[in-house]
């Protein structure tokens, strides 16, 4: 379960309070939690997430990275420099980013190359704006089809260091902060097509599914066994939800 905080809370002391009391959400044996805050606020998290109680199934991630490790690449932070602050995770090519930063699948798929070589774990995010959704689901599914083959190029020599090296989140764009969530059935369609998409990853990819989950929704999400968890925005900002997603996660 990822909590992605986006560019959100607007200070540093909102977003240690913020993460102290994610930290303290009740973790169940099946559930890892892995919380990705802007990259200013995460040198603080991170001395914060060293000295917990138990750091079991706690992880922390970054929301991008880049593909080189250092150089002249103003602005840039690279995956080893994420990873000795104590980060396991990157989210690379959201929706948001490949919008308002123009990334694309060439540069997406660079970052997840640099990051898996790195032994950073990636949060690899794929899903069809509404246009395309409108044509149907197979347009969706090509459009996904797509991207997986372009972000996923160069990748299977890379040798995978536990099941969660590689995550897939789907996140139709339609459904992101919008309140319309994708039906679970069809949620639970376009994981098993990603699936299907990168069985040549050995061990299988993890499939998540974003887009407006909430502590009502999540259940029906996790029911379908191709969905291994979620990628939340804006309910991992609010602790006690981010909380109740988090027991149901745990009893499914
Ligand atoms: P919301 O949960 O706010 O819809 O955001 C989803 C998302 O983009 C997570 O990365």
Same mark, same amino acid.
């Not at 149907?136 to 990748?155: P, S």
């Not at 098993?192 to 990168?198: C, N, R």
């Not at 069985?199 to 029906?220: E, W």
């Not at 968890?229 to 745990?250: C, M, Q, T, W, Y």
């Given at each position: ?27 169940? $044996?099946?559930?890892? #939690?892995? #919380? ?8 603080? #998290? ?8 138990? &750091? ?18 103003? %602005? ?57 959704? $409108?044509?149907?689901?197979? @347009? @969706?599914?090509?459009?996904? $089809? &797509? ?6 190029? &160069? ?12 995550? #897939? ?19 639970? &369609? ?20 974003? %887009? ?41």
């Amino acid at each position: 379960m990822v909590a992605n905080w986006k560019e959100n809370p607007e200070t540093e002391a909102e977003a240690l309070g913020l993460f102290r009391k994610l930290a303290k959400i009740p973790r169940n $044996r099946n559930t890892e #939690i892995v #919380i990705c805050p802007p990259f200013v606020y995460l040198e603080k #998290i991170a001395e914060e997430f060293k000295n917990l109680e138990s &750091r079991a199934r706690l992880a922390l991630g970054g929301q991008d990275i880049f593909w080189e490790k250092t150089g002249a690449f103003t %602005g840039e932070i690279g995956p080893t420099m994420l990873r000795s602050l104590g980060a396991a995770y990157a989210i690379i090519g959201h929706s948001e980013r490949r919008k308002f930063l123009r990334e694309t699948d060439e540069m997406v798929n660079k970052k997840v190359v640099a990051s898996l070589e790195a032994g950073l774990k990636v949060i690899l995010c794929v899903g069809e704006p509404l246009a395309i959704r $409108r044509q149907g689901f197979t @347009a @969706a599914k090509k459009f996904v $089809r &797509r991207q997986l083959a372009e972000d996923l190029r &160069r990748t299977s020599h890379i040798k995978f260091q536990t099941s969660s090296s590689l995550v #897939i989140a789907y996140e139709p764009i339609w459904a992101i902060g919008t309140g319309k969530n994708c039906p679970p059935f069809d949620a639970a &369609r376009m994981a098993a097509f990603i699936k299907l998409q990168a069985r040549h990853l050995k061990p299988p990819v993890r499939v998540l599914y974003g %887009g407006s989950v909430n502590s009502k929704n999540i259940a029906d999400y996790l029911k379908n066994k191709e969905i291994g968890g979620a990628l939340v925005g804006g309910a991992s900002l609010n602790a006690a939800e981010f909380g109740r997603i988090i027991k149901a996660a745990g009893s499914r």
